[in-house]
């Protein structure tokens, strides 16, 4: 084989991503932290340090002041280990026979494909319901699909589509009446939300988990991805003997874990919460609405964003000229153009991208 | 929250890892792609492209000319990987109504505690049986508990407490015959068997699917673990639908996923196969053998080294002033002292351990 000696990324047209170039103290911590392991952390002990003050930040951001959790390699694993937490929680409590037997997660039709791979891995069903005219969940829907198999509902706060927030209180409500869970996947959507009205976390309503990622809003390197709980029993529901290795159990989905996503995680939180993270999100709402009124301007239809986030309806020929010119863009499942304005995207990106719309319609 | 400022992590004195210090142009490559996600190839494509040829060279350790296969946050996930594909497949296919309702995993009790966790999360049985006298599968009891709800057979090439390597072929056959498939899970040792006599991979026996990780003496960053596939509807047994993305499946168990560690793997295997593998390898096994002969010199009891791990029996004391004495150390599930000679082990460490040996025996 040759050597490899590749460019690094260019994040100058991604207008697609949900992850983004990591902040200085975030890329700085992670390099520092490349060699070690916080899944062995009787081994690595320094790291396992910063996982704690890690989640406690996120805690800080979510609304729980004991917060229990760790840092997973992403909102996928975030999610798998909610399901697998209330279904393995439903199974040991033995008192509802057919949550055990057929234990069903409910969920609007606008959650993540990751609960579709959680069904496929744990062996659970997942009932999707439509969601309301502004693509938020369907109160109705849902609690029409909640039965006493259900084991956990989930709530979006901040949408992979449009940025949308469920009515989270409303979901705890219905799924707490039913012996289930409420979980809030907050993947993208938590590092805005705390400058925003929404009730959306763990001090606004019951909420029992979140997903809520440093590597997305949270400037950190990939992979940081966050899983928070309430109660520790939810962890415990998730751990298995480790016979080798000088801790005892281990909680999360994967075994060896990266130390720089942990560390960089720390240290964004360190340096950016709250006024970092404040800043960044106004300046990328501003930045969407600004795309959102050019994009109206031209005669697209718009979904008006509510986090920094914008689809828009374009002529198929004009996306794939986009693309062609360069531009990482991609679509909704319905086929609206998507830009997540993500911290490396500019306003003089976004003036660029637009500069190209007008030239490169037909 | 303060600043964080910690040291890097030191590895003089970590005995118990299977994760090293990166090779150099590892680290380098992990580095240049700290912000890039393979789990999102149309918008991340160069990195795409490494991780395509981080798995051919993965492919041609494991005597596999064309493999399919990913680039996993580590054994943990390549192995549930394994033991999902053989679930699905079996039910999927549909012809033996027992493997769907029952899937049941077979497997020597040296295995991995991933395969517990896999358990869990995949909810099948995992049947543990005993090894022989020498820490290998048992042949006789492994057949003896392969019955028709088996979906897979794993067989372990390096165990992780003694460094063993099971019978491959023979375990293949069993399996085979019983309509199950064969995992062979070689996270630690894959990239010492290669310089042994050993059959292990895909080019000695009818191996399915096998686990080998770069993140451990590959010499990459974490996290790089390696799932590979002899055929391709082993992977897409495993893929989902991914709505927003540019790419239409997705087959990994995480979703955004680490591009330093598919780099630093690509990297490393450009650097180091086969040659620089081989070196470290029979440089490795050499400060093995002189560890045993030490230990054994000393009175203690030894498992005499297959691959470069040693394991020892000391006195309880002994063993607490050794990790007082800073060097992390760990146990097999029977007791013994457990070292691992990573490349960041050296001679001159080795050394130092039995001085300290000598001066803090009772």
């Given at each position: 084989m040759q050597r490899v000696a590749p460019e690094p990324q260019d994040f100058d047209r991604v207008l697609s991503s949900m992850c983004t170039e990591p902040h200085p103290a975030a890329r700085e911590a992670a390099v520092r932290f490349l060699a070690t392991n916080p899944g062995d952390p009787g081994t690595y002990q320094e790291i396992a340090a910063l996982e704690e003050r890690a989640v406690e930040g996120l805690g800080d951001i979510a609304g729980l002041s004991e917060p229990e959790g760790y840092v997973a390699s992403g909102g996928t694993e975030a999610n798998i280990q909610a399901v697998r937490a209330a279904r393995n929680l439903a199974r040991d409590a033995g008192g509802v026979p057919t949550k055990t037997d057929a234990p069903t997660v409910v969920a609007p039709e606008s959650v993540h494909f990751s609960f579709q791979k959680a069904a496929d891995v744990l062996d659970v069903e997942l009932r999707t319901v439509p969601v309301d005219?502004?693509?938020?969940?369907d109160l109705g829907a849902v609690e029409a699909a909640v039965d006493d198999d259900t084991v956990l509902v989930v709530g979006v706060a901040g949408t992979t589509e449009y940025g949308r927030v469920d009515p989270i209180p409303e979901l705890a409500a219905i799924a707490h009446d039913h012996g289930a869970l409420l979980h809030v996947d907050a993947a993208w959507g938590g590092f805005c939300l705390p400058f925003t009205d929404h009730a959306w976390n763990f001090a606004h309503a019951a909420v029992d988990t979140m997903t809520i990622d440093p590597h997305k809003m949270g400037q950190?390197?990939?992979p940081a991805g966050g899983l928070l709980a309430r109660d520790r029993s939810t962890l415990d529901a998730l751990a298995v003997d480790t016979p080798y290795l000088e801790s005892t159990s281990q909680a999360t989905l994967t075994g060896t874990r990266s130390g720089a996503g942990v560390a960089s995680a720390a240290a964004a939180l360190d340096e950016l919460w709250p006024d970092g993270y404040r800043e960044q999100f106004e300046t990328s709402m501003a930045d969407a609405e600004w795309l959102a009124d050019a994009l109206e301007d031209r005669g697209f239809d718009v979904v008006d964003p509510e986090l920094p986030l914008v689809a828009a309806r374009l002529p198929d020929d004009l996306f794939s000229n986009l693309r062609d010119a360069g531009w990482r863009v991609s679509r909704t499942a319905s086929g609206e153009l998507r830009v997540v304005c993500m911290p490396h995207v500019t306003r003089e990106t976004l003036q660029a991208f637009v500069a190209d719309v007008d030239a490169l319609r037909a």
């Open positions: 005219d502004d693509y938020r969940a950190a390197v990939v």
